[in-house]
């Protein structure tokens, strides 16, 4: 039974969550006064892309420098918004996904005034350590969504089947992005951006590594066990399943470890098992999900033998 307490520090966290969600907006009057601040000593054209040593190699006219970091700022608020909207219990990774979306706020704002600077006085701000803590944001961000949903480990049972799904292909794609970071990393001679595009090479070949060797789905008598690379991502006790049924998943949800608050999925193609249980709901990617299906069919027969 829920306590009053509980249910009041429920609410209060989630009206936090809601005024959380609803100050990211604030970062479109905060660029906007940016340029109204600066606008009569702007000049009519302005150098808005630059190279990596910091040179002027594109230009626009204000109101489009203007506008146009206005729109992407837009479109990151009302992705945020759709997003996180719909999580009605937040936890620990839904907050540092909304973290995540405030420091892309505020690399999009250090920008728009690095571009307003440069127009007004010439000089250049490097944003690279920016870039820095934004990849380090997505590594604890993939921390956060792995390690506090893993459950408490299954008691040893015997394992009644075991499936893997990978994908060989994305794996090619994600190594070739790897190499080409690589390939830039060392054309480059600024240090900085080197070292960052050997960060985002190495989280690459991890995605990689995980690609190929994909998911292992361990169906026990006590319950189920995900896993990758020999860790173990989610333990999923028999009790607590309550159905399932096979569903299309569209790319737009994206591949890998998806979701927060309490969905979490593990995709790397375009056909999953949907699992509703008592705290959430798990989505199985496999190329052949029937035997998902007949393999948790097989599972609860086992826990009556």
């Known amino acids: 039974m829920t306590s009053p307490a509980m249910t009041m520090t429920t609410t209060t966290n989630r009206r936090f969550w809601h005024v959380a969600i609803a100050a990211l907006w604030a970062a479109l009057p905060a660029i906007y006064f940016q340029y109204a601040d600066a606008w009569g000593r702007l000049p009519v054209r302005m150098a808005t892309h630059f190279d990596a040593s910091g040179h002027p190699n594109g230009w626009a006219p204000r109101e489009t420098s203007m506008w146009f970091i206005m729109g992407v700022t837009a479109f990151v608020v009302v992705l945020a918004t759709i997003l996180l909207a719909r999580i009605r219990k937040p936890d620990t990774a839904s ?135 020999g860790f173990r991502l989610r333990s999923v006790p028999l009790a607590q399943i309550q159905d399932y049924a096979i569903q299309p998943w569209s790319w737009v949800r994206g591949y890998g470890i998806r979701g927060v608050g309490a969905s979490r999925a593990y995709v790397w193609g375009n056909r999953v098992v949907h699992i509703r249980t008592n705290d959430g709901e798990i989505f199985l990617g496999h190329s052949n999900p029937e035997r998902i299906v007949r393999d948790l069919d097989a599972m609860k027969q086992s826990s009556h033998a």
């Open 95 to 229: 907050w540092g996904v909304l973290a995540m979306f405030y420091i892309v706020l505020a690399i999009l704002y250090r920008a728009s005034a690095a571009v307003i600077e440069y127009n007004l006085s010439g000089n250049f701000s490097s944003m690279a350590w920016e870039m820095k803590l934004l990849i380090v944001a997505v590594v604890a961000i993939i921390l956060l969504s792995v390690v506090p949903r893993r459950r408490a480990a299954l008691q040893h049972g015997d394992i009644v089947a075991e499936e893997v799904h990978s994908s060989a292909t994305l794996s090619i794609v994600f190594g070739a992005a790897a190499l080409c970071e690589i390939a830039a990393a060392f054309a480059l001679q600024i240090p900085a951006a080197r070292l960052g595009l050997l960060i985002a090479a190495a989280l690459f070949i991890a995605i990689t590594a995980m690609t190929a060797s994909g998911f292992q789905y361990l169906f026990r008598r006590t319950g189920l066990e995900i896993r990758t690379l």
